[in-house]
Protein backbone atom coordinates (compact mmCIF):
# COMPACT_ATOMS: atom_id res chain seq x y z
CA UNK A 1 0.00 0.00 0.00
CA UNK A 2 2.11 2.75 -1.49
CA UNK A 3 -0.43 5.65 0.53
CA UNK A 4 0.52 9.11 -1.12
CA UNK A 5 3.06 9.11 -3.60
CA UNK A 6 4.55 12.40 -5.20
CA UNK A 7 6.71 13.05 -8.01
CA UNK A 8 9.47 14.08 -8.23
CA UNK A 9 11.73 14.46 -4.67
CA UNK A 10 13.60 16.65 -5.69
CA UNK A 11 14.17 19.64 -8.73
CA UNK A 12 15.81 22.41 -9.50
CA UNK A 13 14.05 25.32 -11.37
CA UNK A 14 15.34 28.46 -13.32
CA UNK A 15 13.20 31.66 -12.76
CA UNK A 16 10.93 31.65 -15.63
CA UNK A 17 10.30 28.06 -16.24
CA UNK A 18 7.62 25.94 -15.62
CA UNK A 19 6.90 22.62 -13.70
CA UNK A 20 4.16 20.52 -12.28
CA UNK A 21 4.01 18.67 -9.02
CA UNK A 22 2.13 15.36 -9.39
CA UNK A 23 0.73 13.86 -6.63
CA UNK A 24 -1.36 10.58 -5.91
CA UNK A 25 -3.13 8.51 -3.52
CA UNK A 26 -4.39 5.21 -3.13
CA UNK A 27 -6.37 5.03 -0.06
CA UNK A 28 -9.79 6.49 -1.93
CA UNK A 29 -9.72 9.55 -0.26
CA UNK A 30 -11.75 12.20 -1.34
CA UNK A 31 -10.00 14.98 0.10
CA UNK A 32 -6.42 15.93 -0.88
CA UNK A 33 -4.28 19.30 -0.26
CA UNK A 34 -1.19 20.97 -1.34
CA UNK A 35 1.35 22.49 1.40
CA UNK A 36 4.83 24.15 1.16
CA UNK A 37 6.86 24.21 4.35
CA UNK A 38 9.55 27.04 4.54
CA UNK A 39 12.49 27.31 7.65
CA UNK A 40 10.29 28.93 10.57
CA UNK A 41 6.71 28.93 8.74
CA UNK A 42 5.51 25.56 9.56
CA UNK A 43 3.00 24.19 6.84
CA UNK A 44 1.04 26.67 4.70
CA UNK A 45 -1.83 25.51 2.86
CA UNK A 46 -1.75 26.55 -1.05
CA UNK A 47 -4.67 24.82 -2.43
CA UNK A 48 -7.47 21.54 -1.29
CA UNK A 49 -9.63 19.62 -2.87
CA UNK A 50 -12.40 18.70 -0.91
CA UNK A 51 -13.92 15.89 -3.79
CA UNK A 52 -13.18 14.92 -7.13
CA UNK A 53 -14.00 18.49 -9.20
CA UNK A 54 -13.48 20.95 -6.92
CA UNK A 55 -10.59 22.87 -5.85
CA UNK A 56 -10.48 25.69 -3.10
CA UNK A 57 -7.76 28.55 -2.33
CA UNK A 58 -5.62 28.23 0.60
CA UNK A 59 -3.85 30.36 2.69
CA UNK A 60 -0.96 31.23 0.39
CA UNK A 61 -2.48 30.27 -4.19
CA UNK A 62 -0.61 32.92 -5.66
CA UNK A 63 1.21 32.00 -8.24
CA UNK A 64 0.01 28.38 -8.35
CA UNK A 65 -2.51 26.05 -9.68
CA UNK A 66 -4.04 22.69 -8.69
CA UNK A 67 -5.79 20.04 -11.40
CA UNK A 68 -8.03 17.75 -9.64
CA UNK A 69 -7.87 14.91 -12.43
CA UNK A 70 -9.66 11.97 -10.82
CA UNK A 71 -10.22 10.97 -7.27
CA UNK A 72 -6.39 9.65 -7.18
CA UNK A 73 -4.42 12.33 -8.54
CA UNK A 74 -4.08 16.18 -6.97
CA UNK A 75 -1.32 18.37 -8.96
CA UNK A 76 0.28 21.21 -8.11
CA UNK A 77 1.24 23.69 -11.56
CA UNK A 78 3.83 27.01 -11.13
CA UNK A 79 3.62 28.85 -14.36
CA UNK A 80 6.48 30.91 -14.39
CA UNK A 81 8.80 29.84 -11.09
CA UNK A 82 10.20 32.66 -8.74
CA UNK A 83 13.13 32.31 -5.50
CA UNK A 84 10.47 33.11 -3.32
CA UNK A 85 8.88 29.72 -4.30
CA UNK A 86 12.02 27.95 -3.22
CA UNK A 87 10.49 25.49 -0.58
CA UNK A 88 9.13 21.91 0.35
CA UNK A 89 5.75 21.38 -0.89
CA UNK A 90 3.54 18.13 0.95
CA UNK A 91 1.09 16.83 -0.84
CA UNK A 92 -1.39 15.06 1.67
CA UNK A 93 -4.80 13.49 1.44
CA UNK A 94 -7.93 12.64 3.82
CA UNK A 95 -11.25 10.50 3.84
CA UNK A 96 -14.56 12.56 4.01
CA UNK A 97 -15.71 13.73 7.84
CA UNK A 98 -13.34 15.00 10.57
CA UNK A 99 -10.57 12.13 9.73
CA UNK A 100 -6.89 13.04 9.44
CA UNK A 101 -4.33 13.78 6.53
CA UNK A 102 -1.89 11.66 5.36
CA UNK A 103 1.20 12.82 3.75
CA UNK A 104 3.31 12.46 0.93
CA UNK A 105 7.37 12.15 0.88
CA UNK A 106 7.65 15.90 -0.19
CA UNK A 107 9.51 17.18 -3.34
CA UNK A 108 12.29 19.67 -2.40
CA UNK A 109 12.07 22.49 -5.10
CA UNK A 110 14.83 24.73 -5.58
CA UNK A 111 14.44 28.35 -8.20
CA UNK A 112 17.54 30.01 -9.04
CA UNK B 1 -8.91 34.28 9.44
CA UNK B 2 -7.69 31.08 10.26
CA UNK B 3 -5.44 30.65 13.25
CA UNK B 4 -3.40 27.76 14.98
CA UNK B 5 -1.05 29.43 17.18
CA UNK B 6 1.97 27.55 18.61
CA UNK B 7 5.32 28.36 20.74
CA UNK B 8 8.10 27.59 18.29
CA UNK B 9 10.55 26.56 21.01
CA UNK B 10 12.49 25.36 21.11
CA UNK B 11 11.40 23.31 24.12
CA UNK B 12 14.32 21.63 25.85
CA UNK B 13 13.45 18.59 28.52
CA UNK B 14 15.91 15.70 29.98
CA UNK B 15 15.53 12.46 29.35
CA UNK B 16 12.76 10.92 31.39
CA UNK B 17 10.52 14.04 32.25
CA UNK B 18 7.06 15.41 30.85
CA UNK B 19 7.19 17.29 27.74
CA UNK B 20 4.15 19.89 27.21
CA UNK B 21 3.28 21.53 24.27
CA UNK B 22 0.28 23.69 23.60
CA UNK B 23 -1.54 25.43 20.69
CA UNK B 24 -4.64 27.58 20.79
CA UNK B 25 -6.68 28.08 17.49
CA UNK B 26 -9.17 30.98 16.48
CA UNK B 27 -12.11 29.29 15.39
CA UNK B 28 -14.93 28.30 18.13
CA UNK B 29 -16.80 25.74 15.24
CA UNK B 30 -13.31 23.56 15.23
CA UNK B 31 -14.60 19.96 15.49
CA UNK B 32 -10.96 18.07 14.95
CA UNK B 33 -7.74 18.58 16.10
CA UNK B 34 -4.35 16.72 15.55
CA UNK B 35 -1.05 16.59 16.65
CA UNK B 36 1.86 15.58 13.96
CA UNK B 37 5.49 14.49 14.78
CA UNK B 38 7.93 15.68 12.20
CA UNK B 39 11.23 14.73 11.99
CA UNK B 40 13.95 16.83 9.91
CA UNK B 41 13.93 16.12 6.32
CA UNK B 42 10.62 13.75 6.89
CA UNK B 43 7.01 14.02 5.95
CA UNK B 44 4.34 14.65 8.92
CA UNK B 45 3.29 11.58 10.69
CA UNK B 46 0.14 11.78 12.95
CA UNK B 47 0.57 10.56 16.27
CA UNK B 48 -2.67 11.75 18.12
CA UNK B 49 -5.92 13.00 17.09
CA UNK B 50 -8.83 14.35 18.96
CA UNK B 51 -12.49 15.32 18.72
CA UNK B 52 -13.95 16.01 22.18
CA UNK B 53 -13.07 17.82 25.38
CA UNK B 54 -10.72 16.35 27.72
CA UNK B 55 -8.10 13.97 27.80
CA UNK B 56 -7.06 11.03 25.19
CA UNK B 57 -4.13 8.65 26.04
CA UNK B 58 -2.38 6.37 23.40
CA UNK B 59 0.92 4.89 25.32
CA UNK B 60 3.18 7.71 26.64
CA UNK B 61 1.02 10.44 24.56
CA UNK B 62 -1.86 12.45 26.07
CA UNK B 63 -3.90 14.75 23.84
CA UNK B 64 -5.86 17.20 25.92
CA UNK B 65 -8.60 19.68 24.45
CA UNK B 66 -10.39 22.55 26.02
CA UNK B 67 -12.75 24.05 23.20
CA UNK B 68 -13.54 26.94 25.47
CA UNK B 69 -10.65 28.01 25.74
CA UNK B 70 -9.54 27.04 22.01
CA UNK B 71 -7.01 25.13 23.24
CA UNK B 72 -5.28 22.01 22.85
CA UNK B 73 -2.29 20.29 24.28
CA UNK B 74 -0.13 17.31 23.96
CA UNK B 75 1.92 16.12 26.63
CA UNK B 76 4.90 13.13 26.13
CA UNK B 77 5.46 11.44 29.48
CA UNK B 78 8.95 9.39 29.60
CA UNK B 79 10.15 11.71 27.42
CA UNK B 80 13.24 9.89 25.17
CA UNK B 81 16.05 11.06 22.69
CA UNK B 82 14.36 9.54 19.99
CA UNK B 83 10.99 12.38 20.51
CA UNK B 84 13.26 15.03 19.36
CA UNK B 85 11.09 16.30 16.32
CA UNK B 86 9.18 19.02 15.35
CA UNK B 87 5.69 18.72 16.74
CA UNK B 88 2.80 20.58 14.57
CA UNK B 89 -0.33 21.10 15.92
CA UNK B 90 -3.38 20.94 12.97
CA UNK B 91 -7.09 22.01 13.28
CA UNK B 92 -9.42 21.32 10.71
CA UNK B 93 -11.61 24.22 9.61
CA UNK B 94 -15.28 24.49 7.65
CA UNK B 95 -16.43 21.62 8.83
CA UNK B 96 -15.82 17.91 7.83
CA UNK B 97 -14.90 18.88 3.72
CA UNK B 98 -13.05 21.69 5.47
CA UNK B 99 -9.28 22.69 5.18
CA UNK B 100 -6.40 21.72 7.82
CA UNK B 101 -4.53 24.15 8.91
CA UNK B 102 -1.31 23.92 10.91
CA UNK B 103 0.74 25.75 13.25
CA UNK B 104 4.39 26.35 12.54
CA UNK B 105 5.38 23.85 15.25
CA UNK B 106 7.32 23.03 18.35
CA UNK B 107 11.00 21.93 18.02
CA UNK B 108 11.46 19.79 21.74
CA UNK B 109 14.95 18.62 22.21
CA UNK B 110 15.62 15.62 24.67
CA UNK B 111 18.97 15.49 26.22
CA UNK B 112 19.95 12.38 27.64
Known amino acids: NAGVTQTPKFQVLKTGQSMTLQCAQD?????MYWYRQDPGMGLRLIYY???????DKGEVPNGYNVSRLNKREFSLRLESAAPSQTSVYFCASSATGNTEAFFGQGTRLTVV | QKEVEQNSGPLSVPEGAIASLNCTYSDRVSQSFFWYRQYSGKSPELIMS????GDKEDGRFTAQLNKASQYVSLLIRDSQPSDSATYLC????????????FGKGTKLSVKP
Open chain 2, 50 to 53: IYSN
Open chain 1, 49 to 55: SASEGTT
Open chain 2, 90 to 101: AVKYGGSQGNLI
Open chain 1, 27 to 31: MNHNS
